[in-house]
């Protein structure tokens, strides 16, 4: 069975900083793009990081670009996203999720505040 | 970036009835369109990739239906536990993938 368990979220100051981590496992890690994506308190979902299966090739749009860091270690099977600069506007629940296109696979997620 | 419109932004049906969810994108994408469940504090789940291949596990009566800029997820005979938000995402411009600003469900 497919499972991804996110942690290390919790309430960050204005620019503070602050590193989820995603534990995989059910399937072969090391053979997928991973990705995090964002539901904003509005329900809005964004993709925030992805990274490719050896993690070798990462994006990040504009909004988090600079500030955001997504890596992976293959050997834990588990993803990264390293977090600094935060703004209010980065308060969400942060998911990570498999991507093939779609993304076929979401952990339960891990809810980042950012406030002072 | 590619922008999904999806409309309407609520829809309300009684159970057993058909329903169907509209997903626009702003340049033709082809088939490159995924839909998403997501109840009430649980997590998005993939109910249909590439605008018509069902995923293992979802009900069959989730079906969807498009290509270019117009795409439809339908659900035959609505039941309670459908209640949810559905987004559409894209998966056209790798890796600028971009999602809906989603569609509630209510049962009347």
Known sequence: ???????????????????????????????????????????????????????????YPDSVKGRFTISRDNAKNTLYLQMSSLKSED????????????????GQGTTLTVSS | DILLTQSPAILSVSPGERVSFSCRASQSIGTSIHWYQQRTNGSPRL?????????????????????????????????????????????????TFTFGSGTKLEIK
């Open chain 1, 1 to 59: 069975e497919v499972q991804l368990v996110e942690s290390g979220g919790g309430l960050v100051q204005p620019g503070g900083s602050l590193k989820l981590s995603c534990a995989a496992s059910g399937f072969t890690f090391s053979s997928y793009g991973m990705s995090w994506v964002r539901q904003t308190p509005d329900k809005r979902l964004e993709l925030v990081a992805t990274i490719n299966s050896n993690g070798g090739s990462t994006y």
């Open chain 1, 91 to 106: 308060t969400a629940m942060y998911y990570c999720a498999r991507m093939i296109g779609a993304f076929d696979y979401w």
């Open chain 2, 47 to 95: 109910l249909i990739k590439y605008a018509s291949e069902s995923i293992s596990g979802i009900p069959s009566r989730f079906s969807g239906s498009g290509s270019g800029t117009d795409f439809t997820l339908s659900i035959n005979s609505v039941e309670s536990e459908d209640i949810a938000d559905y987004y559409c995402q894209q998966s056209n411009s790798w890796p």
